[in-house]
């Protein structure tokens, strides 16, 4: 009678890409004594970023893709001095804006002068990602490598025991096989790095995103008999 022997087994690989878009998150706010003022201030602004966008916005070439302003905020608040005493109330205006760049040389630019002449524009953060069909892509290729990777690692521990090739009789992602629930190293499919820093000096803020890593594990079982 056959012996069978079981293998389990972690299969890995990551891949990293440059990035192709970037989605500049940033606000527009005032605060003042007098409502109508701040709110005039903002929608100002608003207007100006409106103008430097509308101009260069192109779905299918860039060097913008899209764009939104959402998020309107207005509040008002009675802040505190040092002692504790009340002062007068302040009243606040903010809006959100995204603008998504294909071309991050025009990016740099439109940051440098917005970011430095405009007193209310504030740029909270940049995200860098692949386009859709890149990203399935790389998960695509990801994905198969770290399957053969799985391949690769059982066949050398049946090799080291002597016992023969390989069969294959389940694959899942990390951590979905019986026995295999809550190990180490569950699936990134997809890891943003965000550019580190970037300064408001100057006439353009220079960029210097990281690529993109995406990363996949898998288990895998196969059998082997003498």
């Known amino acids: 009678m056959a012996v069978m022997t079981q293998i389990t087994v972690r299969g890995c690989c990551s891949m ?4 192709e878009r970037a989605i500049v998150h940033a606000t527009i706010s005032y605060e003042g ?3 109508d003022p701040v709110y005039e201030r903002v929608a100002r602004d ?3 970023v409106k103008a430097s966008i509308s101009p260069i916005v192109d779905p299918d070439h860039g060097p913008v893709t899209w764009w939104s302003a959402d998020q309107l905020r207005m509040w008002s608040n009675r802040p505190r001095n040092r002692d504790g005493g009340q002062l007068p109330l ?9 603008v998504e760049f294909s071309d991050f040389a025009a990016l740099s630019a439109w940051l440098g002068s917005h970011a430095a002449a405009t007193e209310g524009f504030r740029v909270t953060t940049v995200d860098w990602k692949l386009t859709p069909a890149s990203r399935d892509d790389v998960l695509r290729e990801v994905r198969n490598r770290a399957v053969l990777d799985a391949v690769a690692r059982a066949q050398q521990y049946a090799d080291a025991l002597g016992l023969g090739a390989i069969q294959p009789v389940a694959v899942a992602d990390a951590g979905m096989l019986p026995d295999t629930a809550g190990a180490a190293g ?6 943003l ?6 300064a408001a000096e100057g006439p353009d803020v ?3 995103p990281k690529d993109i890593e995406m990363s996949v594990d898998v288990d895998a079982r196969f059998v082997v008999g003498r």
């Open 16 to 19: 990293s890409r440059s990035p």
């Open 33 to 35: 004594p007098v409502m």
């Open 46 to 48: 608003l207007e100006s």
């Open 90 to 98: 302040t009243h606040h205006v903010s809006v959100g804006v995204k």
């Open 186 to 191: 569950a699936p990134a499919v997809g890891q």
């Open 193 to 198: 790095r965000r550019a580190a820093a970037f």
């Open 206 to 208: 220079e960029l210097m």
